[in-house]
């Protein structure tokens, strides 16, 4: 049957019905997608609802999660997500405001929106920082980064809308830098974020950021530098809902600055600039509390017998007891512990120096655990003062260890990141190219293994002549060495592995290379060979009159007095360790900075005591000079430790002398 033929009039009726229909079913949906749009919308706003309870506020974003279940695949279903996955972290829901990121996560890589990819991996970041696990908070952070520069790149999006987000996942890279004392990385990253918050117009974290150079400039001991840019931070915060806050924050820092300056009055100023503001504080009282420890610190630090700081640091105490701050009652207690100490009330100074142990502990904060450990070793029974010296001494290597590891790591996340995304640039390339940056990534991985591969031989190295050790100032000397090499190793060789991996990728084939590869190679065998071990049985004499007659070999003349006469198989093992390396510390001194050419050692039995007398004709140095020197520093902590005793004797141009005198 065909109405349009034989009856037109009821074909016409029929097709009015028919389009009547579709449209009204077109609108009907419309106007479902509307509504369902606004309910999720609704409840979102229902959920962030102060007077609602918890449990009232899952619900909502529940029944806003089944409705963005039925929105189709676009940007508008992801940034719904991304509201949800907000408000579940509002209410501190993490498990399900993770769950939700996932899903945004998923949608993003399905849509293709780079954005919402970024804006995932940032919020992973900051779940994996809540459970304070730095290294995969590192990761997504890094991975959230390279995506915010990918849309750098592309038209996707104009620059200013995505660059307070960028701003914000690198000011928290930085954060997480600073943390494992990678100051001057994170030091670049702060100054990116910077950039990126003005390009975006949203000043909000500008004070945080100039906050955190400052904090890196104290660290790097920049001291003007962290003043200037406190005050910068306080600059931006001005006029804005967080003015008070940051006036009261930078003025204790730079209280704080002042402070490692020693200069305590102007430090004792700044603490009471950042207390005068009342009002503000009152409603803060952990805030007040630090603050009122800070002045109560510095003004025992400027005069030790000021009544002053003692009513300043109980006050402090009080306040932070009453609202259960752990973490500042560990403070508050280190500062107590010295206070007693100084008193000679050395009962009442372990009692809290015992309080910051316990408390640091429950608060996992290591550095203040290591302060406890100290001031406990100092005030505590000798035996039991050894005790804890020994945990001092491990705590602090583990503390070490984990730092260089969470640098290296970091280091190595951003290594790898960077050659994933050059790998996915040049997929389409020759296959030489893409060998090349295979090559390229296994040089650094071998140069970075080996690199660990040194860490991790000195700490070993370091921890089993530790262990030997039974006083605090052993560690002093151990520590001090440690430093030196891991600073050599940082700045002589990994400097030199970074450049020759950065000029391998340039060009492969300069012969520049090779040559600086065989500069890294000596520097990590002349370090070896620093602090190598050495025989200390039968051919003692020999291993130590070769190692002194090497540093002569070249520009001076050796004479070298008794030797021989001592009995050194009735001479206890560590020390003839220590006298090794003192004496090796004294030739290196000489051979870097005395250009003598002219050295004499003297060995001589004197009651009970093993007599060294060292002497040059050098260009010497001024008495005044030589405590500041940190290779002599560290040769008298190595004889203290054997309970022996070290002078040292200079002027300009009248040669250097030293007399060691080690009770056997």
Request: charged share 30%; aromatic share 12%; hydrophobic share 35%.
């Amino acid at each position: 049957m065909v109405i349009g033929l034989k009856n037109p009039i009821l074909f016409f009726k029929l097709l009015i019905l028919i389009t009547f229909f579709t449209n009204c079913t077109n609108h009907s949906g419309s106007i479902e997608k509307e509504l369902s749009d606004s309910k999720i919308e609704s409840l979102i706003l229902l959920a962030s609802d102060k007077t609602k309870s918890k449990k009232e506020k899952r619900k909502y974003l529940q029944k806003a999660y089944d409705l963005f279940l039925l929105l189709p695949d676009n940007k508008y279903k992801r940034k719904k997500i991304s509201e949800i996955s907000a408000s579940y972290s509002n209410i501190k829901d993490y498990k399900q405001s993770e769950f939700a990121n996932q899903k945004m996560l998923e949608l993003s890589i399905k849509i293709k929106d780079s954005f919402g990819i970024a804006r995932s991996y940032n919020n992973f970041g900051i779940y994996q920082r809540i459970r304070k696990k730095i290294d995969s908070a590192y990761f997504y952070f890094n991975k959230a980064e390279k995506f915010y520069t990918y849309l750098d790149k592309g038209d996707s999006y104009y620059n200013s809308f995505y660059a307070f987000d960028h701003g914000s996942v690198l000011i928290d890279l930085a954060k997480l830098s600073r943390k494992v004392k990678d100051y001057s990385y994170s030091e670049d990253l702060t100054i990116r974020a910077i950039q990126k918050f003005e390009l975006s117009g949203n000043k909000t974290y500008l004070p945080l950021s100039f906050s955190n150079l400052g904090t890196i400039a104290k660290q790097l001991e920049q001291y003007e530098d962290g003043i200037k840019y406190h005050k910068k931070a306080m600059e931006y915060a001005k006029n804005t809902p967080k003015d008070t806050l940051y006036r009261a924050i930078s003025f204790n820092n730079i209280g704080t600055v002042y402070k490692s300056l020693k200069d305590y009055n102007k430090a004792i100023v700044y603490y009471k600039k950042a207390l005068s503001h009342k009002k503000f504080l009152e409603s803060r009282p952990k805030r007040y509390a630090r603050y009122l420890d800070n002045l109560g610190y510095a003004k025992f630090l400027a005069n030790k017998d000021n009544d002053s700081a003692f009513f300043l640091f109980n006050k402090a105490y009080q306040i932070r007891d009453s609202i259960n701050d752990i973490v500042g009652l560990s403070t508050n207690s280190l500062h107590l512990a010295e206070y007693y100490q100084f008193k000679g009330n050395l009962q009442l100074s372990k009692g809290f120096a015992k309080k910051a142990k316990n408390a640091a502990r429950s608060t996992s904060d290591n550095t203040e655990l290591l302060q406890a450990y100290d001031l406990l070793a100092q005030v505590s029974p000798p035996e039991e003062g050894r005790q804890y010296a020994m945990k001092y001494i491990k705590l602090s290597d583990s503390l070490t260890k984990r730092d260089n590891l969470f640098r290296d790591k970091f280091a190595r996340i951003r290594f790898e990141s960077d050659n994933l995304q050059k790998e996915n640039e040049q997929k389409n390339k020759e296959i030489e190219e893409v060998q090349n940056q295979n090559t390229i990534y296994l040089l650094g991985m071998l140069l970075l293994v080996t690199f660990i591969a040194f860490i991790i031989y000195f700490s070993r190295q370091r921890t089993r002549y530790l262990a030997q050790q039974n006083k605090i100032v052993e560690f002093q000397a151990a520590y001090e060495t440690e430093t030196r090499i891991s600073k050599r190793l940082h700045d002589e060789l990994g400097n030199d592995i970074f450049q020759v991996m950065m000029q391998y990728q340039n060009d492969p084939h300069d012969p520049q290379i090779t040559k600086k590869l065989n500069t890294a190679y000596n520097k990590a065998r002349d370090i070896s060979r620093e602090n190598s071990e050495f025989e200390v049985d039968e051919t003692y004499t020999e291993e130590l009159t070769d190692m002194l007659t090497n540093y002569t070999e070249n520009h001076s003349k050796l004479i070298l007095r008794g030797i021989d006469k001592i009995s050194w198989d009735t001479v206890d093992k560590n020390l003839k360790i220590t006298i090794y390396r003192v004496l090796q510390e004294l030739m290196t001194n000489m051979q870097k900075h005395s250009q003598a050419d002219l050295v004499a050692i003297v060995f001589k039995n004197e009651k009970n005591k093993l007599l060294i007398k060292y002497s040059d004709n050098g260009i010497g140095i001024e008495r005044e000079d030589i405590k500041s020197k940190n290779g002599l520093r560290n040769t008298e902590k190595r004889v203290q430790a054997i309970q022996g005793n070290i002078t040292f004797d200079s002027a300009k141009d009248k040669g250097f002398k030293a007399e060691i005198k080690i009770p056997v």
